[in-house]
């Protein structure tokens, strides 16, 4: 089994721009890879040296995809480090939130 594992051309160009792949862009080859796993773990030659270190270079590459979709997640979430941090607001209250499906 010959199995070649590439990067979308789409995020090499992205990143050659300064910008990151985007989410969708991740999850794309996310979901590529998966399915590259998935055929590779199913196909006859699983079992050879060959087939197991296909098996292994796929995992590697989608733990990578993985953590950058993670670090992508976390970016937008947290706070830059010298910004203030607020004082400890309590989180609303559910009985506060408003319906805009009503």
């Known amino acids: 089994m010959s199995l070649a ?17 985007s989410a969708a862009s991740l999850q794309a080859q996310l979901q590529r ?3 590259q796993l998935s055929d590779c773990v199913n196909c006859a030659s699983a ?32 706070a830059a480090p010298d910004a203030p941090q607020a004082a400890s607001t309590p989180a609303p209250a559910s009985g506060n939130l408003i319906d805009v499906y009503a």
């Open 47 to 78: 079992k050879t040296p060959k087939g197991k270190q296909d098996i292994q270079a796929i995992s590697a590459r989608i733990s990578q995809i993985e953590q950058r979709i993670a670090q992508a997640d976390g970016s937008g979430a947290r």
């Open 5 to 21: 594992i590439t990067t979308g051309a789409s995020s090499a160009a992205s990143a050659a721009y300064g910008g990151g792949p």
């Open 33 to 35: 890879y998966q399915q």
